[in-house]
């Protein structure tokens, strides 16, 4: 009992981690989230921890919530995430970019950057370590630096791999055009996840304010504009430095230059704060992986498009990745916060033991239970709302036939399943291996989102293209 007490005692302001203690293996990654003492307590003052303790009882107890009240708080930010993908898959179907490859590995980065920053605040709420406003504003500043440094190398590398994946195998490098692609990408990432970044600190704090639990709210808005914003940004840069690569060839490296040369600068805020210092150094692993799984689902779309018998698909594809993305980070927000209250790291509750099955992230009156159902019952009328939508927009190059529907929300409903099984059994076991889920387990969630998604999306398309659909405009 004790041990979970310490949990709660954090403060990020006085914590100092060092460059070697980083790398010398005595800090696993939930440091930032465990208190200034280990968890031994070997050294704790009893007094003081039971003085604590009433204290922590009063002030620290897990967020109580109906399913009704539950499933209110995360329909408005739904929808609201879900018309903004519909407006995502307009803009990318207008604009028609010709670096489909770059596309889900820049939208990928909400769920590596965007939505994991919101769930580590969700967290951060929920537990009282947005109290203190040192501490409040050591935890935000630490954490925008981090996600810009990141923002930029994943730009960086995921320009990288569509160059290596994409064009070198096909014959199409141009070193012209790398540039330009790396450019593009490099750009679109460091100012959407700024943007991004300062709408997620707001819409964490606005929470708190208004007695909303984050972690219902803060992960689907990171994602409502999210999308918009970076396929308005990518098409607009793209579209400028191609205008400038005959006449001033040289504007696209100096771009990509003044971005990266802007990383040792955010490096350097991260590190002077304790809650991003230790990610700084151990929090790569998920995102750099994460946007390899992503860069495979721009190699499916961009094969997919290629072919003018599908490429109705572009529409399409920013929401259903966007929605799964979405509620499966609210599913893993929601079970980080529900070990963080009630576990210590290494440790998982009881009927989170032996091996998975799918049942058990569905089946049961516990909290997480209640949240997975919930969430998979939003998959059918969700999409059939954004449907309808593009239908009513004139922009899905496709009629809403039953056949095509039927098939449509099969993959929607069959890849939220899929990612919410995962989802149950990720967290867990990054929980139990000693790393926090909230940086760990969306990047990669999300990653999975987008791969499936387009994954089932194409598989549709074709599915449909070869039965016929009785519709002779499917990807006109």
């Known amino acids: 009992k004790n041990l979970t007490n310490q949990t709660f005692l954090i403060s990020f302001s006085r ?38 303790e009433g204290q922590q009882q009063a002030t620290r107890n897990m967020p109580k919530e109906s399913p009704l009240a539950m ?41 590596n950057l965007e939505m994991t920053l919101a769930s580590r605040l969700s967290t951060a709420v929920n537990v009282g370590k947005m109290d203190s406003p040192i501490e409040k504003w050591n935890l935000i500043i630490g954490n925008l630096a981090l996600k810009q440094v990141q923002a930029t190398v994943i730009g960086f590398l995921a320009a990288v791999a569509a160059v290596v994946l994409g064009w ?20 679109t990432a460091f100012i959407a996840s700024l943007l991004q970044g300062i709408l997620m600190v707001g819409v964490i704090v606005g929470s708190k304010k208004t007695g909303i639990n984050p972690d219902n709210v803060a992960t689907p808005i990171a994602a409502s504009f999210g999308d918009l914003i970076t396929l308005a940004i990518l098409a607009w840069i793209s579209q400028g430095l191609y205008n400038c690569l005959d006449s001033h060839p040289y504007v696209s490296s100096l771009v990509c230059g003044f971005f990266m040369c802007l ?3 955010w490096m350097v805020i991260s590190s002077k704060h304790p809650a991003s ?60 916060t529900y070990l963080h209250f009630h576990s210590t790291p290494g440790e998982v509750p009881d009927e989170a033991k032996g091996c998975y099955y799918p049942c ?35 922009r899905g190059h496709t009629s809403l036939t039953p056949v095509f529907m039927v098939v449509y929300l099969a993959a929607a409903l069959f890849q939220v399943f899929l990612l919410l099984c995962i989802s149950d059994w ?16 969306i990047p990669y969630l999300t990653a999975l989102g987008d791969l499936l998604g387009t994954a089932f999306l194409a598989l549709s398309f074709h599915f449909l293209w070869v039965i016929g659909d009785q519709d002779s405009d499917v990807g006109d």
């Not at 070193?175 to 750009?187: K, M, P, T």
């Open 360 to 394: 058990r992230t569905f089946c049961g009156t516990g909290a997480n239970h209640r949240s997975a159902q919930v969430l998979l019952l939003l998959v059918v009328p969700g999409h059939l709302i954004f449907l309808y939508t593009i239908d009513l927009m004139e």
């Open 15 to 52: 914590t100092s981690i060092s460059l070697s203690d980083a790398g010398d293996g005595r800090f696993v990654e939930t440091e930032p989230m465990l208190p200034e003492g280990r968890l031994s307590g070997e050294e704790a003052d009893e007094e003081e921890e039971s003085e604590e």
């Open 168 to 187: 070198i195998p096909e014959g199409k490098f141009q070193i012209g055009h790398a540039v330009l692609l790396c450019s593009s990408s490099v750009a």
């Open 263 to 265: 990383t040792p600068l």
């Open 71 to 111: 499933a209110l708080q995360i329909l408005v930010p739904f929808l609201l995430a879900g018309f903004g993908t519909v407006s995502a898959g307009v803009v990318l179907d207008i604009v028609q970019v010709k670096i489909f490859i770059l596309v889900p590995a820049l939208l990928g980065l909400k769920g």
């Open 277 to 336: 210092r230790q990610l700084l150094y151990s929090g790569w692993e998920p995102v750099i992986t994460a946007m390899f799984i992503s860069s495979i689902g721009g190699l499916i779309l961009d094969k997919t498009v290629s072919d003018p018998n599908l490429a109705g698909i572009v529409v399409y594809t920013p929401v259903i990745n966007g929605i799964g993305g979405n509620l499966v980070a609210i599913q893993s927000s929601r079970i980080s």
């Open 426 to 441: 990720m967290v867990h076991s990054m929980w139990k291996s000693g790393k926090d889920p909230d940086s760990f387990s």
